[in-house]
């Protein structure tokens, strides 16, 4: 999975916690996507098909998804047969599934909501829930709690 591929959190508008919160965690915490100022911070987690990622507007997201083009190669396995887009799609959404299904219902019991998305490029689980940016210690326990999750 390219994390530069799945960028996929609109910013609608900017906390005003943002700038402090996004400083505090740059220097904390090591890895993260390399970003503008008010785009999300993205970080990969120890289980290779997620990603953590924080939005400037208060968002924290773990999603999992996949690049329809890197499926597409992989599924065929360099025949010159092409998978149809429903039928790319109809596979993508299984592997995502046995994806999701090893943290679904931790997510969903700490307050997460799942959020399926799907354009021409990828396909993805987002599970999403509201934070307060201004709260940096409760953003990092989050965080550490994730990257404890995701390295079981």
Not at 11 to 23: D, E, F, K, V, Y
Not at 32 to 46: F, G, Y
Not at 67 to 90: F, Q, R, V, Y
Not at 123 to 151: M, P, Y
Request: glycine share 4%; hydrophobic share 40%; aromatic share 8%.
């Amino acid at each position: 999975m390219n994390p530069m591929n799945l960028l996929m959190s609109d910013t609608n508008s900017i906390s005003p916690h943002w700038h402090a919160l996004r400083s505090s965690l740059l220097a904390e915490i090591p890895g993260w996507v390399d970003s503008q100022e008010t785009e999300p911070l993205t970080l990969s987690l120890p289980d290779e098909d997620w990603l953590l990622e924080i939005t400037p507007d208060g968002r924290f997201v773990c999603v999992a998804g996949y690049d329809l083009d890197d499926m597409k190669s992989m599924l065929s396995d360099e025949t010159p047969e092409d998978l149809g887009n429903d039928e790319l799609a109809k596979q993508v959404k299984f592997f995502l599934q046995q994806t999701t299904s090893k943290y679904r219902r931790k997510l969903l019991a700490e307050g997460f909501t799942e959020r399926m998305e799907m354009t021409d490029d990828f396909v993805a689980a987002n599970f999403e829930q509201n934070i307060d940016l201004g709260n940096i210690s409760d953003v990092l326990h989050k965080i550490q709690t994730c990257q404890t999750w995701f390295r079981a």
